[in-house]
């Protein structure tokens, strides 16, 4: 399995932006972001497939969120644009063994140790 490591969460306040990274040990096939609210379910966030021709992404960050991919630096992004209070969360990466993009937590075999991020209101 491919080793995965998010940087890049933090404190910011509602209305602001942050960049997360996911360096990836090795080469990586489709991947994905999801995240986990205090006392909720992991939930889907965005996922990206083999190669990068195709994205989807929750409906509660849509026109937000932006997920992409630097196969060169087996590197993993996600650009976090308006947050709001309710995106606060710890935010995981996750890489899959099949190619296609997919919104499917049992889709994917690989994760990282996630990153927080706090937005206040």
């Known amino acids: 399995q491919v080793q995965l490591v998010e940087s890049g969460g933090g404190l910011v306040q509602a209305g602001a932006s942050l960049r997360l990274s996911c360096a990836a040990s090795g080469r990586t096939f489709s991947m994905a972001w999801f995240r986990q609210a205090p006392g909720k379910e992991r939930e889907f966030v965005a996922t990206?497939?083999?190669?990068?021709?195709?994205?989807l992404y929750a409906d509660s960050v849509k026109g937000r969120f932006a997920i992409s991919r630097d196969d060169v630096k087996n590197t993993l992004y996600l650009q976090m644009n308006s947050l709001k209070s309710e995106d606060t969360a710890v935010y995981y990466c996750?890489?899959?063994?099949?190619?296609?993009?997919?919104?499917?937590?049992?889709?994917?075999?690989?994760w990282g140790q996630g990153t927080p991020v706090t937005v206040s209101s």
């Open positions: 996750a890489a899959g063994p099949i190619t296609a993009a997919s919104s499917r937590i049992q889709d994917f075999g690989s």
């Open positions: 990206i497939s083999w190669g990068g021709g195709r994205t």
